[in-house]
């Protein structure tokens, strides 16, 4: 049973773009929403992060949007450029320090 | 700071031999996680530890798999023995014991079981 659903499952986009890769989840429960980004070769890390009692919140090109009613949270990347070519995985937690759940993963490429 | 240090990189097997992954995760964390990443079911938490102490391990997929960690700079996963439907990147990763910590990641373990 899939927590967090992820889309979609690939993404090209034009040099600057904008990217937007969408989640959503069904655990209320679930408060903490983090996006991670994984180049080639290498583990994923956080981008950034965004809890419940926030609708957006910005970091430089990359914005999470939230909508709680709805159960869905969505990255969007301003300006694509083609250092953004990553896979991104979306993730949920709840409070207690409970393990990450992750999408499946949006594979993106920025083309010039 | 080093990060969370991951090896072998690569591992090439054939199926029914014993496979050992190694990790060193980052001074001073509290928890260490061990995932794996395919492209059909993407990034699955396989078991996680807390001091040293596994929590839980309801993601290893059989009993084949096997994790440790005798001490706060160690942990390996063992599987044996290897199938061919174990090929995946392994990933290593801890954090500090503050809820919502962001995940440190090694950079994985490419495993290929032939």
């Known amino acids: 049973q899939q927590q967090v659903k992820q889309s979609p499952q690939s993404l090209i986009v034009q040099k600057g773009g904008i990217s937007i890769i969408n989640c959503a989840y069904e655990?209320?429960?679930?408060?903490?929403f983090p996006w991670y980004q994984q180049f080639p070769g290498k583990g994923p890390a956080l981008l950034i992060a965004?809890?419940?009692?926030?609708s957006e919140k910005k970091e430089g090109r990359f914005t999470i949007s939230f909508n709680k009613s709805a159960k869905q949270f969505s990255l969007h990347i301003m300006d694509s450029q083609p250092g953004d070519s990553a896979t991104y995985f979306c993730?949920?937690?709840?409070?207690?320090?409970?393990?990450?759940?992750f999408g499946k993963g949006t594979r993106l490429s920025v083309i010039a | 700071d080093a990060g969370v240090i991951q090896s072998p990189r690569h591992e090439v097997t054939e199926m029914g031999q014993e496979v050992t992954l190694r990790c060193k995760p980052i001074?001073?964390?509290?928890?260490l996680f061990w995932y794996r990443q395919t492209m059909m079911r993407g990034l699955e938490l396989l078991i996680y530890?807390?001091?040293?102490?596994?929590?839980?391990d309801s993601g290893m997929p059989e009993d084949r798999f096997s994790a440790k960690m005798p001490n706060a700079s160690f942990s390996t996963l063992k599987i044996q023995p290897s199938e061919p439907r174990d090929s995946a990147v392994y990933f290593c990763?801890?954090?500090?014991?503050?809820?919502?910590?962001?995940?440190?990641f090694g950079n994985g373990t490419r495993l290929t079981v032939t």
């Open positions: 990763a801890s954090s500090f014991w503050q809820p919502n910590s962001p995940l440190h």
């Open positions: 655990n209320t429960a679930f408060d903490y």
């Open positions: 965004i809890r419940p009692d926030v």
């Open positions: 993730a949920a937690s709840y409070s207690g320090n409970t393990p990450l759940v």
């Open positions: 001074s001073g964390h509290d928890y």
């Open positions: 530890f807390n001091n040293n102490v596994p929590i839980d």
